[in-house]
């Protein structure tokens, strides 16, 4: 076995992920590493867990839906991370958001300044300073499945200190993460075989095409098949999905990753 990472070696960090026991270990040698980058805290949060993993997760005391909260990784003072799980702010959270729709890290600096942000967006990240939270930027992960998970990294620093901190440690912090995410999902535990089904080619090709919004006869002659033939196939995917229309089998197959219209 190897020895443990140094802190502040992310290389040795990288490595020792793969004899890695528990994602609270995990969260401890990170703290570690990022420390050394110069971050004092992070969070690491499953947005949308990666279809086919069974991530661990609880209710959070207080809160007000009773939502579900998967299992996460944070240094963030625990007055502010209660105050967030209890109001349900991973609904309202903007980092979260523009995580969605971006591929490279990004500093709080830029979501602040952006005119779109409604009332509630806001009121999470300055009651997030109002908790000592102030600099602050986030790494998205976009991973396999259509899982999206952020790794966020904060420091009580000037504004400027911050953002020379975080275009230093630009390329660490997204090796970091990628590489914290794949080994928190190596120890999350698998769902299932059960969940997912074989479909057959043409079943797929009959599923895309209705969800692009052809007829049962137009899948026929783009496929070359007849009418009766695609409904056979379109009622064997609903059969194989549990299901009971060929619409929601449409929608089923698109969310659990079968086709991509």
């Given at each position: 076995m190897s020895s443990l990472?140094?802190?502040?070696?992310?290389?040795?960090?990288?490595?020792?992920?793969?004899?890695?026991?528990?994602t609270a270990e995990i969260g401890a040698r990170?703290?570690?590493v990022l420390q050394h980058l110069g971050f004092e805290r992070f969070a690491y949060v499953h947005v949308r867990p990666p279809l086919g993993k069974k991530l661990r997760s609880f209710v959070p005391p207080g809160s007000r839906s009773g939502n579900q909260v998967h299992e996460?990784?944070?240094?963030?003072?625990?007055?502010?991370?209660d105050y967030y799980?209890?109001?349900?702010?991973?609904?309202?959270?903007?980092?979260?958001?523009?995580?969605?729709?971006?591929?490279m890290p990004f500093t709080w600096r830029e979501i602040d300044g952006r005119n779109d942000l409604s009332n509630g967006q806001r009121k999470v990240l300055n009651e997030a300073r109002d908790h000592g939270i102030t600099n602050g930027a986030t790494i998205p992960i976009h991973g396999p499945d259509g899982g999206l998970s952020t790794l966020s990294v904060v420091s009580n620093v000037s504004e400027r200190v911050f953002e020379e901190t975080f275009h230093h440690g630009f390329r660490d912090l997204m090796w970091l993460a990628v590489n914290t995410h794949e080994a928190f999902l190596a120890l999350a535990a698998e769902a299932g075989e059960g969940q997912r089904v074989r479909l057959t080619?043409?079943?797929r090709d009959c599923l895309l095409w209705t969800a692009r919004g052809k007829t049962a006869w137009e899948c026929g002659?783009?496929?070359?098949?007849?009418?009766?033939t695609v409904l056979f196939h379109l009622k064997n995917v609903s059969r194989k999905l549990g299901v009971f229309s060929k619409h929601h089998a449409v929608v089923k197959a698109i969310v659990l990753g079968y086709i991509v219209p």
């Open positions: 990472p140094v802190a502040g070696d992310v290389g040795g960090y990288v490595e020792w992920l793969a004899e890695a026991g528990s990170l703290e570690g996460f990784l944070a240094t963030l003072p625990d007055a502010w991370v799980l209890a109001r349900d702010y991973g609904d309202l959270d903007p980092t979260l958001q523009v995580a969605l729709g971006r591929l080619d043409r079943e002659q783009i496929l070359k098949i007849s009418e009766e």
